[in-house]
């Protein structure tokens, strides 16, 4: 069992920026891909990036390239969402998660093992 937390949600004008962290705590020594999603009201949970168990591969949807960043530190359980340049519709919560499987780049939810609680990202125009 992996127990996810995240944190670094807020409030922000269009072309700011937020860092969003994740910590992971319970079963963390497997190799576990690791990813961040997010859902706006009335729509469904959307995948925005995710990142191989060592770091080396990481995996993005389109409309963030350029502007999302993930990265993990795996001696402290931790992965992180840099955000920039952000656009009122990337308002949504925030969802961490984690996947038992070295194959990281797997957009669909349902295949994604345990999630964190939600951190709400707001950005006004």
């Known amino acids: 069992q992996v127990h996810l937390v995240e944190s670094g949600g807020g409030l922000v004008q269009a072309g700011g920026s937020l860092r969003l962290s994740c910590v992971a705590s319970?079963?963390?020594?497997?190799?576990?891909?690791m990813g961040w999603f997010r859902q706006s009201p009335g729509k469904e949970r959307e995948f925005v990036a995710t990142?191989?168990?060592?770091?080396?591969?990481?995996y993005y949807t389109n409309s963030v390239k350029g502007r999302f960043t993930i990265s993990r530190d795996n001696d402290k359980n931790t992965v992180h969402l840099q955000m920039s340049s952000l656009k009122p519709e990337d308002t949504a919560v925030y969802y961490c998660?984690?996947?038992?499987?070295?194959?990281?780049?797997?957009?669909?939810?349902?295949?994604?093992?345990?999630w964190g609680q939600g951190t709400q990202v707001t950005v006004s125009s």
């Open positions: 990142i191989s168990w060592n770091g080396d591969g990481t």
């Open positions: 998660t984690a996947r038992q499987s070295v194959y990281y780049n797997e957009p669909r939810s349902q295949l994604w093992d345990y």
């Open positions: 319970g079963r963390t020594g497997s190799r576990y891909s």
